[in-house]
């Protein structure tokens, strides 16, 4: 099997850089899925509700993105059977050719890690990467890379993200240079271990395009690492705003619209799949470079 920035990197190449989010919420679902549930009990209701929308929104997108990103909070939110729909989403997302990231944002030590890591990519969720949190140190990435080398996976670590507040920390300043600075060097060191045909690493950065200053910085400072950045369309972010994320060849960036592509639609509209198609193929034009 290829390394996964290849495999990311010929999803970028066939579809362009779109990585659609999928953050599933039962009060904005079709009104449509929504009635089609209610013999349901209360219980099982939204997890079935999810299954159906995930399944025909990734049908719906499939011309336009070859990168998808389940949030695990909207799943765990539910209980088990909201970890039936997690999964279900990974399979269906994989066996239809896109590459997938689960968005939990991981970060503990030693066993704890390990543990974390190996449901991530192994047999319980089979995803091809992972988000995770470096705030514990060295000793607390390095199940995470270990893993994703074993499987042939990939890891994006948090280093400058698209929220308000991040700068509280990411931004303090820590012997000359803010402190999302030296995030991103080790993130460059863990990266070049094992860098895949397409020149690039296994192990990405978060970087937010609600910081385009950060963002055009960070590129050049990490030549060799695959940016996840969140935070165009719905988070405010243009496309604009997110061209210095790519490289000269095109790669180097995966650019995540969740809400914007979702959900673009109101609860009740009987449209909402053409609504989908065309925020999908609108933020895949946008995108284009």
């Known amino acids: 099997m290829p390394s996964f920035s290849d495999r990311l990197a010929d999803a970028v190449r066939r579809k362009g850089p779109l990585c659609v ?5 039962w009060e904005m679902l079709p009104k449509r899925i ?11 209701r939204p997890s079935l509700g999810f299954l159906r929308f995930q399944a025909r929104l990734l049908e719906l997108i499939q011309p336009f993105a070859g990168i998808v990103k389940p949030q695990a909070a909207f799943y765990e939110l539910i209980g088990s059977t909201g970890l039936n729909a997690m999964r279900r989403v990974l399979e269906l997302a994989k066996e239809m050719g896109f590459v997938t990231i689960l968005d939990a944002k991981r970060g503990d030590i030693a066993s704890t890690a390990d543990a974390y890591a190996q449901a991530a990519f192994g047999p319980t969720w089979n995803a091809d990467a ?9 000793d607390a990435v390095e199940p995470f890379l270990t893993a994703a080398k074993a499987g042939q996976r990939g890891v994006f670590v948090l ?3 698209s929220n308000a507040g991040a700068g509280l920390f990411q931004d303090l300043p820590c012997n000359g240079r803010p402190l999302y600075r030296h995030v991103a060097d080790e993130v460059v060191k863990w990266n070049a271990r094992a860098l895949g045909a397409c020149g690039l690493g296994d192990v990405g950065a978060v970087v937010g395009a609600t910081h385009p200053r950060e963002l055009a910085e960070l590129r ?3 030549r060799h690492v695959w940016f996840l950045v969140p935070g165009y369309g719905a988070q405010g972010a243009s496309a604009a705003d997110v061209k210095a994320a790519y490289l000269p060849s095109g790669l180097g960036a995966v650019v995540n619209s969740s809400r914007g592509v979702t959900f673009p639609f109101h609860p009740d509209d009987p449209q909402w799949e053409a609504k989908i198609v065309e925020a999908a193929k609108k933020a895949a034009a946008e995108l284009a470079h």
């Open 21 to 25: 989010g999928i953050d599933p919420r």
């Open 34 to 44: 929504r009635v089609s549930t209610e013999i349901v009990d209360d219980y099982a």
């Open 130 to 138: 992972l988000t995770i949190n470096p705030y514990l140190g060295r």
């Open 159 to 161: 280093v400058r993200t």
């Open 220 to 222: 050049t400072a990490m």
